[in-house]
């Protein structure tokens, strides 16, 4: 079993749906977790991270860990043609190395 | 933007060919990693560095290896591709722990080498 486990998708949604990209997790050790957005023929780049457990926005973006239940999501609001890409979910335990998902490509159509 | 660059950015060849794919990070961070990505597939990390003359092989068995001789420098070299080497390769690298909220846990990445091996 992975111990990141990552909604695979694809996903499809009409420009302004909202839009919930989730991950499981099995390592109760990790405790940065961090959502990365990759773009076409592109590295991935940091799109949000939390710390702990708890939720974070920022913008039409919300980060929500539940440590708990060892599940992490990612919440897009209003979303919008450009944020079409493979989003990846990654953990890490504080020890240098990330733990990625398999990714969700979403598109969003206009 | 991060400074994290690969070359060449596309590769077509032989099987049989040694091939270097270079990746150089301008950011003076010590923690250096390549990944292997497959469409639609999760990163598979091949190997990592913690510094100058420190490498280490990752969680996915790999044929390439690489070098660390300067920090800025994160060589792969395949010595003799093969067509299960197509792939796409990933260099990141990453801040000191002291560096930033997320410290070393936040990965910059490169835009990748496709390589392809006929």
């Known amino acids: 079993q992975k111990e990141v486990e990552q909604d695979p998708g694809p996903l499809s949604v009409p420009e302004g749906a909202i839009v919930s990209l989730n991950c499981t997790y099995s390592?109760?050790?990790?405790?940065?977790f961090m959502w990365y957005r990759q773009y076409s023929r592109k590295g991935p780049e940091l799109l949000m991270y939390?710390?702990?457990?708890g939720n974070k926005e920022d913008g039409r973006f919300t980060a929500q860990v539940d440590k708990s239940s060892k599940y992490i999501s990612l919440f897009i609001r209003d979303s919008q043609p450009s944020d079409s890409a493979t989003y990846l979910c990654a953990m890490s335990d504080g020890a240098g190395k990330s733990t990625f998902g398999d990714g969700t490509t979403l598109t969003v159509k206009p | 933007e991060a400074d994290i660059y690969q070359t060449p950015r596309y590769l077509v060849i032989g099987t049989g060919k040694k091939i270097t794919l270079e990746c150089s990070q301008t950011?003076?961070?010590?923690?250096m990693y390549w990944y292997q990505q497959d469409p639609g597939m999760e990163l598979h990390l091949i190997h990592y560095?913690?510094?100058?003359?420190?490498?280490e092989k990752g969680d996915l068995s790999s044929e390439s290896t690489v070098s660390r001789i300067r920090t800025e420098h994160f060589p792969l070299t395949l010595e003799s591709a093969r067509p299960s080497h197509t792939s796409q390769y990933l260099c990141?690298?990453?801040?000191?722990?002291?560096?930033?909220?997320?410290?070393?846990?936040?990965?910059?990445f490169g835009p990748g080498t496709r390589l392809t091996v006929l």
């Open positions: 939390t710390y702990s457990s």
């Open positions: 950011m003076g961070h010590d923690k």
């Open positions: 990141a690298s990453s801040r000191p722990r002291t560096g930033g909220l997320l410290g070393d846990n936040e990965q910059f």
């Open positions: 390592n109760s050790a990790f405790q940065y």
């Open positions: 560095s913690y510094g100058v003359n420190s490498t």
